[in-house]
């Protein structure tokens, strides 16, 4: 029988633990880093879809206002119902300007009217101005 030398067995034993725990620390790495990209990949998600979401409340906001104030502008006198230029809204409701647009209608201008109110705001993302338009006719009692 031939003898087995210990210290070639400890060196096979340090070798294979030397391996194994280079091929554990191989996969925590790329696990770690498949995980990174996920999360990252999903707050670029979170982050765009919260500022569209902002952004289609300042435009949910726009069409109220401009609802508020074609209502109002249905409520006044026929004859007394008038245009009004690009006005600054209360700032209570924020960055907001609107504008009533009447016009006569071609054919019965005496008995019909068109109201366009349109409201203007910046938005966030780009900084451009956008406006909202909301329309309706109003005839003379």
């Known amino acids: ?10 060196m096979e034993v340090m070798l294979l633990l030397t391996e194994q725990r280079g091929f554990i620390i191989l996969e925590v790495l790329s696990s770690v880093l498949i995980l990174s990209i996920c999360a990252v990949v999903i707050l670029f998600a979170v ?6 979401l902002a952004v289609s409340m300042q435009r ?6 401009a609802h508020g104030k074609l209502e ?3 409520g006044v006198e026929f004859d007394a119902i008038t245009s009004i230029p690009k006005t600054n809204y209360p700032a209570s409701y924020g960055e ?3 504008a009533v647009d009447i016009e006569n ?3 019965c201008s005496e008995f019909l009217k068109k109201i ?3 409201v203007y705001f910046t938005e966030p993302l780009s900084g451009l101005e956008k406006s909202v338009t909301i329309a309706a006719a109003r005839a003379k009692r």
């Open 1 to 10: 029988m031939s003898m087995v030398n210990p210290l070639s067995v400890i």
């Open 47 to 52: 982050t765009t879809s919260t500022k569209q």
């Open 60 to 65: 949910l906001k726009a069409m109220e206002i």
């Open 72 to 74: 109002e502008t249905m």
């Open 96 to 98: 907001y300007h609107y």
């Open 105 to 107: 209608d071609v054919e």
């Open 116 to 118: 366009c109110v349109t």
